[in-house]
T-cell receptor
Framework: AQKITQTQPGMFVQEKEAVTLDCTYD???????LFWYKQPSSGEMIFLIY??????QNATEGRYSLNFQKARKSANLVISASQLGDSAMYFC?????????FGSGTRLSIRP | DAGVIQSPRHEVTEMGQEVTLRCKPI?????LFWYRQTMMRGLELLIY????????DSGMPEDRFSAKMPNASFSTLKIQPSEPRDSAVYFC????????????????FGPGTRLTVT
């Protein structure tokens, strides 16, 4: 069985600051993937970044990076130089083979 | 490239009526997923298909819900009869299928169908 936990229901961050969204997981699968999605107020789900369990380096995509600590079973999302448009819900997810399980999400609000 | 297409985008219906939601996955993707999102329960996986075959329908809430995927480019989620508690946003997503022990591919979501049952 797989489990994803996001302990921060909401966060407020000043524009241009970096922000870290927490995510911990549990799985018995030796091979899995970790994902982050963004859901703005308009409702669409946008894929941000992926980390494979066997990847040696932390994934990066532009201003997004994934702080993957396998021993601690954590996969935190780091957004550098936050922008007003980053205000949204952020979901962490874990998957193996095909199925992906999503966390409960963190609502990020960026203050101007 | 066209993303995942869902129709209708909004549906308002009366309790007891049949509702059919439609999804066209991204061409070349061989896994398709139906999700339901509510404020109370978050994002729930209802069912997913690999190569048009239902693999896991344990998330389907009850027999009123059914899903089909007659071919690689089309899927439906049907609710019959609908109830007010079915009101939610229903997402369809598609991805490539990774083998066991291999890469799990990211899912691409459609815009969702906002269903309101009165």
């Amino acid at each position: 069985a797989q489990k994803i936990t996001q302990t921060q229901p909401g966060m407020f961050v000043q524009e241009k600051e970096a922000v870290t969204l927490d995510c911990t997981y549990d799985t018995s699968d030796p091979s899995y993937g970790l994902f982050w999605y963004k859901q703005p107020s308009s409702g669409e789900m946008i894929f941000l970044i992926y980390q494979g369990s066997y990847d040696q380096q932390n994934a990066t995509e532009g201003r997004y990076s994934l702080n993957f600590q396998k021993a601690r079973k954590s996969a935190n999302l780091v957004i550098s130089a936050s922008q007003l448009g980053d205000s949204a819900m952020y979901f962490c997810a874990i998957g193996s083979a095909s199925k992906i399980i999503f966390g409960s999400g963190t609502r990020l609000s960026i203050r101007p | 490239d066209a993303g995942v297409i869902q129709s209708p985008r909004h549906e308002v219906t009366e309790m007891g009526q049949e509702v059919t939601l439609r999804c066209k996955p991204i061409s070349g993707h061989n896994s398709l997923f139906w999700y339901r999102q509510t404020m109370m329960r978050g994002l729930e996986l209802l069912i997913y298909f690999n190569n048009n075959v239902p693999i896991d329908d344990s998330g389907m809430p009850e027999d009123r819900f059914s899903a089909k995927m007659p071919n690689a480019s089309f899927s439906t989620l049907k609710i019959q009869p609908s109830e007010p508690r079915d009101s939610a946003v229903y997402f369809c997503a598609s991805s490539l299928r990774g083998g066991i022990g291999g890469k799990t591919y990211e899912q691409y979501f459609g815009p969702g169908t906002r269903l309101t049952v009165t």
